[in-house]
């Protein structure tokens, strides 16, 4: 009778000194400069696009905290020497701090139109992390949902984008962080 009782009382030990898993939305910046980005989202109705998250070289953020709501966010950054990680999915951004509702005539409303990149995480994802790397490279930009015990899973690779010289004449200074 002695024994079921211990055996009970070890696995609720066991449970509670596990790590918990994270669920956020987190990027990480694998390059050795400085790097800001931006983060879009949509609730189905709205859109509303934030930023500026500056990470350090080699270090993460977390962008969401918590379970993800949706299977799409969308990003975009911008490195020290001007190489960019970017896509097709048109957001309104500016140069210091912003958080701007809505992704329609961004120019009229007195900000940048900026092409952010489409992260989708899956239907039933609870946890993502986006992995930036030399934007001149292959594979520049990755994801992944951290399984149950938080290791992350295989990267998947995305399209590579680089700045080009006359694309971004003044780009943004990272702005502080929030």
Request: aromatic share 8%; with cysteine.
């Amino acid at each position: 009778m002695r024994l079921p009782l211990l055996t009970a009382a070890f696995a609720a030990a066991l449970a509670a000194s596990a790590p918990a898993a994270r669920a956020d939305f987190r990027v990480c910046n694998n390059t050795a400069s400085r790097a800001s980005v931006a983060l879009a989202t949509t609730n189905g109705a709205a859109w509303v696009s934030e930023g500026w998250w500056n990470l350090k070289a080699n270090s993460c953020e977390t962008l969401i905290g918590g379970a993800l709501a949706a299977q799409f966010y969308y990003v975009y950054g911008i490195d020290e020497s001007g190489g960019e990680w970017k896509g097709r999915a048109f957001m309104c951004t500016r140069d210091r701090e912003f958080r701007i509702d809505g992704r329609q005539d961004c120019f009229v409303r007195g900000f940048d139109r900026t092409g952010f990149l489409e992260i989708d995480t899956g239907k039933d994802a609870k946890d993502w992390t986006v992995q930036l790397t030399d934007p001149a490279k292959p594979g520049a930009v990755t994801g992944s949902a951290a399984p149950a015990a938080a290791t992350p899973a295989p990267p998947a690779p995305a399209e590579p984008t680089q700045a080009k010289a006359n694309a971004a004449p003044n780009p943004p200074a990272p702005a502080p962080a929030h």
